[in-house]
């Protein structure tokens, strides 16, 4: 996921990266699901009716097959099952993760370092940001691995929403890239699908406090 990730960003298939992370949490409610017996009322699966709508128009939208999308999701969606499955604690299971990797990043800086290619830049501001990114990545994912413990996998689908969208309004307010009618319509059918899921929960929850009170 990583790896599809960067290699999208840094070659320019940042929408398609984007819409792999709309179609990730219908992707994570549909594991709950199928993984976890999780049950869904008729109000719920209303709410997963109108964000399949959005991002289908989105795809639609997009003009062709999104491979990288649906990478993406897919992949995100497995590492979430895999997390609500494994008996470590998120710090243990994240440092194994991250270890993992790391012999192949070692030989790939060795073999530019001997190669004559550059590896580390000479801007101090860059070098700090770079390392920063470790932890702008890490504690997101120490947080994600420790509520897929503790919350339905359902739940932790349309919280996923949440991200695409943070990332969408930077795109639109900060880069001034195009927000289309395409787009306007999708987003009208996923938040509606989120507004409609983040209520019936306050009325369960509701519900189920009564019945302890």
């Known amino acids: 996921n990583w790896f599809i990730y960067i290699w999208a960003v840094n070659h320019n298939f940042i929408v398609e990266a984007s819409l792999g992370y709309y179609i990730n949490p219908i992707v994570s409610i549909i594991f709950g699901v199928f993984f976890f017996r999780e049950k869904l009322s008729r109000i719920e699966w209303l709410a997963i009716l109108l964000a399949t709508i959005g991002v289908l128009i989105l795809t639609i939208g997009y003009g062709k097959f999104p491979w990288i999308s649906l990478a993406l999701a897919f992949s995100f969606g497995f590492y979430g099952v895999v997390k609500k499955q494994r008996p470590l604690e998120s710090t243990v299971s994240l440092t194994i993760e991250t270890l993992a990797p ?45 509520g897929a413990q503790r919350i339905p996998f359902t739940v932790v689908g349309f919280l996923q929403f949440v991200a695409p969208t943070l990332s969408l309004a930077i795109g639109v307010l900060l ?3 195009p927000f289309t009618r395409t787009h306007l319509i999708a987003f009208t059918f996923i938040w509606s699908a989120a507004l409609i899921f983040t209520l019936n929960g306050l009325l369960i929850r509701k519900k189920q406090l009564r019945k302890v009170a």
């Open 102 to 146: 790391l012999p192949i990043a070692l030989l790939f800086l060795g073999y530019m370092g001997v190669s004559g290619q550059e590896t580390f830049t000479s801007s101090p501001f860059v070098m700090i940001g770079l390392f920063l990114t470790g932890i702008i990545t890490a504690v997101p994912l120490l947080l994600f691995g420790f």
């Open 175 to 177: 880069y001034n890239e």
